[in-house]
């Protein structure tokens, strides 16, 4: 990932000790807006949570992973990152946007079960590479080892808690689905 618009290793020395410099903040709110609005592919999505601090809403660009016909957050940054802090913090309950809002409940994945997830990760979200000392073509096995120290979030929309939207499906379509 030499190439333009950001090198490698640029794009790690944005996020050098597990946070964004003033730069990475930047191209973060401009990442978010625009995930925000659904102008990019569907595996990129703004997660917004509650602040574990502040109590307001943060959010977050990030790119999601799709494996076995489920979808996960992984923290390119690991244990440290702003995000799975307040995901923890706020019980998992968040809203994930992508052109509309949708709640839902990010479960962390136990350490074992995580490997697939990662490797898939690197081959779906190639601007984690450079903070991934494990390469995507790397097998499953070699993932064991860092599987520790970057958290994955199942994210399961969370239906009760939403009565307008379903799994991106108006309230109304989805009742003449289950009717029928």
Not at 35 to 60: A, D, I, K, N, Y
């Amino acid at each position: 990932m030499d190439t333009w618009p950001i090198s490698s290793d640029r794009l790690h020395a944005m996020y050098a000790d597990g946070c964004a410099n003033a730069t990475g903040r930047r191209l973060a709110r401009i990442w978010a807006a625009l995930f925000g609005l659904g102008l990019v592919p569907r595996r990129w999505v703004t997660l917004e949570v509650t602040g574990r601090s502040s109590g307001r809403t943060t959010r977050f660009p990030l790119g999601m992973a799709r494996l076995a016909g489920q979808r996960y957050l992984v923290s390119m940054l690991g244990e440290r990152c702003n995000w799975v802090q307040n995901v923890r913090a706020a019980h998992g309950q968040v809203r994930l946007r992508h052109g509309r809002a949708m709640r839902c409940e990010l479960q962390e994945v136990p350490v074992s079960r995580r490997p697939p997830v990662l490797k898939r990760y690197l081959q779906q979200v190639p601007g984690a590479r450079p903070h991934f000392p494990v390469s995507q073509h790397a097998s499953v096995s070699a993932f064991e080892a860092i599987a520790p120290d970057y958290p994955v979030f199942l994210v399961t929309p969370d239906r009760s808690r939403d009565r307008h939207v379903t799994c991106g499906r108006d309230h109304a379509q989805a009742t003449r689905e289950g009717a029928s």
